[in-house]
């Protein structure tokens, strides 16, 4: 619920943000190379496993940020950072159906993940429309970086893991709401922490 509440306050923040910067921007200024995305989405807690085998994926809250540069025309590409309390299970009891949990118990303690690394983003529709002022953007993305993660045990140890990279292609979806603020979907398929396969984030962005 924190993850969830902290998410509202930077939204609302940043819808503010870009009312206050769009007042501000002439319809005739330079060329926009920056953009900021502020989003959020779910990612892969650790999984039920039985025999050895996943039976139930289990997801948490993570919001993040990043940072881009119009590189070439179309072409951007940037950092990005975000947060998850994914939480590790010390241990849990489980009783399988036909493939199915049916229930479920877990002992859980607090688990801080950090994500960081590098994103692209190709932007389709001006090439195409030879525009590039279009209110709809469609994108490819690619993105690969690192999570480093924590957690207590019950006698007080701490623990770290190594970090591990995770990499995921997909498409991005935004739609302009004033010239410079915009909303944005993103989905994308490839090897995601905690046996993850696919990851889905929503957002606002703004371009300066």
């Known amino acids: 619920m924190k993850v969830l509440n902290h998410t509202r306050l930077l939204l609302a ?49 993570q919001v993040g940020i990043s940072v881009n540069y119009e590189l070439i025309r179309n072409l951007d590409a940037g950092l990005y950072m975000a947060y998850s309390n994914i939480g590790h299970m010390l241990s849990y009891d489980i009783e ?33 429309f030879k525009k590039s002022n279009l209110r709809i953007d469609v994108y490819p993305i690619a993105i690969g970086g690192l999570i480093s993660r924590s957690w207590g045990e019950m006698n007080g140890t701490k623990v770290r893991i190594k970090p591990f990279f995770e990499y995921h292609v997909g498409l991005g979806v935004g739609y302009r709401i004033t010239r410079l603020c915009g909303l944005f979907g993103e989905y994308s398929l490839g090897q995601l922490y905690n046996e993850g396969k696919s990851k889905a984030t929503i957002g606002l962005a703004i371009k300066f």
């Open 13 to 61: 923040f940043f819808l503010i943000l870009c009312i206050v910067e769009s007042s501000f921007a002439t319809q005739k200024g330079k060329p926009e190379k920056y953009s900021v995305k502020i989003n959020t989405g779910f990612v892969n807690a650790e999984p039920y496993k039985y025999e050895n085998k996943i039976v139930q994926a289990r997801y948490k809250a």
């Open 96 to 128: 399988v159906v036909d493939n199915r949990v049916v229930s479920e118990s877990a002992e859980v303690v607090p688990s801080h993940a950090l994500y960081y690394g590098v994103n692209f983003n190709y932007h389709l529709l001006p090439l195409l």
